[in-house]
Protein backbone atom coordinates (compact mmCIF):
# COMPACT_ATOMS: atom_id res chain seq x y z
CA UNK A 1 0.00 0.00 0.00
CA UNK A 2 1.53 3.10 -1.10
CA UNK A 3 0.87 5.99 1.89
CA UNK A 4 0.61 9.72 0.33
CA UNK A 5 -0.37 13.09 2.24
CA UNK A 6 -4.02 13.96 1.12
CA UNK A 7 -5.32 17.32 0.15
CA UNK A 8 -8.32 18.87 2.62
CA UNK A 9 -10.43 18.14 0.03
CA UNK A 10 -9.87 14.34 0.66
CA UNK A 11 -11.06 14.93 4.33
CA UNK A 12 -14.24 16.52 3.72
CA UNK A 13 -15.24 14.34 1.26
CA UNK A 14 -14.74 11.27 3.89
CA UNK A 15 -16.86 13.12 6.65
CA UNK A 16 -18.95 10.36 8.14
CA UNK A 17 -16.86 7.89 6.92
CA UNK A 18 -14.36 5.68 8.57
CA UNK A 19 -10.51 6.61 7.96
CA UNK A 20 -6.70 4.82 9.00
CA UNK A 21 -4.00 6.06 10.13
CA UNK A 22 -0.35 5.17 10.40
CA UNK A 23 1.19 4.71 13.92
CA UNK A 24 2.19 7.27 15.91
CA UNK A 25 4.80 8.18 18.77
CA UNK A 26 2.15 8.59 21.41
CA UNK A 27 1.06 5.44 22.91
CA UNK A 28 -1.86 7.10 24.90
CA UNK A 29 -5.10 4.80 24.54
CA UNK A 30 -6.62 7.18 22.01
CA UNK A 31 -3.82 7.05 19.63
CA UNK A 32 -3.33 3.16 20.21
CA UNK A 33 -7.06 2.87 19.49
CA UNK A 34 -7.28 5.37 16.30
CA UNK A 35 -4.05 3.34 14.98
CA UNK A 36 -5.84 -0.08 15.52
CA UNK A 37 -9.91 0.41 14.61
CA UNK A 38 -9.60 4.06 12.83
CA UNK A 39 -12.08 6.62 13.09
CA UNK A 40 -15.14 8.31 11.68
CA UNK A 41 -14.50 11.98 10.82
CA UNK A 42 -17.68 13.49 12.60
CA UNK A 43 -17.95 17.26 10.51
CA UNK A 44 -16.21 19.63 8.98
CA UNK A 45 -13.99 20.90 12.36
CA UNK A 46 -13.22 17.34 12.45
CA UNK A 47 -11.74 16.94 8.93
CA UNK A 48 -9.76 20.14 8.71
CA UNK A 49 -8.24 19.03 12.29
CA UNK A 50 -6.73 15.48 10.60
CA UNK A 51 -5.80 17.89 7.21
CA UNK A 52 -3.71 19.48 10.16
CA UNK A 53 -2.52 16.93 12.09
CA UNK A 54 -1.40 15.03 8.79
CA UNK A 55 0.50 17.98 7.97
CA UNK A 56 2.09 19.08 11.43
CA UNK A 57 2.29 15.48 12.70
CA UNK A 58 3.50 13.52 9.95
CA UNK A 59 0.73 11.60 10.26
CA UNK A 60 -0.52 9.64 7.16
CA UNK A 61 -4.56 8.75 6.73
CA UNK A 62 -6.03 6.21 4.26
CA UNK A 63 -9.39 4.51 3.67
CA UNK A 64 -8.54 0.72 3.95
CA UNK A 65 -6.20 -0.57 6.63
Known amino acids: MR ?3 HDK ?3 FERIGKRVFRTESSCKCDV ?3 VFEVGLI ?3 ELHAQY ?3 C ?3 LD ?3 FDKF
Open 9 to 11: NWF
Open 3 to 5: IEK
Open 54 to 56: QNE
Open 50 to 52: LYD
Open 59 to 61: LYY
Open 41 to 43: ISD
Open 31 to 33: CRK
